[in-house]
């Protein structure tokens, strides 16, 4: 790369293309739990070590990272209490696609190895919040679909909060890019709620109030339902669930990855999930809960039907 870097001390032969080099250096820290969040820090200082625009977006980055450091589900294999192959896996697409973002804007040779790398570019040349949360949630949502088997492996408890951080990340996302489906007629308040230069967006990542600090979760599901309390569960069940198709429809759209839809049916969450357990998704009887639908009633939204539907893109 071109000039110098916070990158400087990494060796780059001519015959290396971006995504090479973002192999590398997700192989470097694969094992490494801490030096995955350094990696990612880094990645927010550009190519060349000063990148203002985008710092600030390193906030939430770096919150969802520390909450998977401290549930340890980032620990190698060989280690005394190994993590999770999936939440690895998935972490590690998320790195990947950013450093190779990096290293194509610093002029690195090649082309964008997935449309997910792209998303990243897209918010290298141009950070706002709706670019983060489209490139961020792209490559998570990759990392989700590519990773479908090692979910199915991990305990039940794991698997119901695989999906409720991915139904929080799509509703972080549609708060300051659709914020009619993800607030009505608070809509105004939406971007404010979803940016994720703010600290707000720390409840869409953080589920430390429910969760031990632990890996794996061996408790029945119900038991951390039970644990849940204030506004986690206002936000999930009183804002969240009644949108769910909407929002995965909407998503599947605007991120062009028709696989998500593969997460839902009829309403119901089923990302490693049997359709038959659908229950744990029903609000529970809360007088709360009933006030905030009726506060908040869902509406249809434009390009989101029911039932599941691909819906087709623009001009398709």
């Not at 305990?155 to 890019?177: G, P």
């Not at 009829?266 to 009887?285: C, K, M, Q, S």
Request: charged share 20%.
């Amino acid at each position: 790369m071109k000039g110098r870097s916070r990158w400087d001390s990494v060796s780059v032969s001519p015959q290396t293309t971006a995504a090479d080099w973002a192999a590398q250096q997700v192989a470097a820290v694969r094992d490494d739990p801490s030096g995955r969040l350094a990696l990612m820090q880094r990645c927010y200082y550009g190519p060349y070590g000063k990148a203002p625009q985008h710092l600030p977006y390193r906030r939430a980055a770096a919150a969802a990272m520390r909450w998977e450091l401290s549930r340890g589900v980032l620990q190698p294999p060989t280690s005394d209490q190994p993590g999770s192959p999936w939440w690895r896996a998935v972490n590690e697409r998320v790195l990947r696609d950013g450093c190779e973002a990096v290293a194509l804007s610093g002029d690195l040779p090649g082309t964008p190895s997935s449309r997910t790398v792209g998303f990243w570019l897209s918010f290298a040349e141009y950070p706002t919040a709706r670019a983060w949360w489209r490139a961020h949630n792209g490559s998570v949502i990759a990392g989700y679909v590519e990773h479908r088997q090692l979910a199915e492996a991990e305990t039940a408890a794991e698997r119901f909060f695989m999906n409720v951080v991915l139904c929080r990340v799509l509703y972080a996302h549609a708060l300051v890019a659709a914020p009619r489906l993800a607030l009505g007629w608070l809509r105004p308040l939406a971007p404010l709620l979803g940016d994720p230069r703010l600290g707000m967006t720390g409840i869409f990542f953080q589920l430390s109030r429910v969760l031990p600090d632990e890996y794996p979760l061996r408790d029945d599901v119900r038991f951390y339902l039970g644990e849940e309390l204030g506004l986690g569960r206002l936000l999930d069940y009183g804002v969240i669930v009644p949108r769910l198709q909407q929002l995965y429809e909407w998503s599947a759209h605007e991120l062009a990855e028709p696989g998500l839809l593969d997460c839902i049916t009829d309403g119901a969450l089923t990302y490693a999930w049997a359709l038959d357990d659908r229950e744990v998704w029903r609000p529970p009887a809360s007088v709360v809960l009933r006030l905030a639908h009726r506060l908040l009633p869902v509406r249809p939204h434009p390009g989101t039907g029911s039932g599941g539907r691909r819906l087709p893109r623009p001009g398709g």
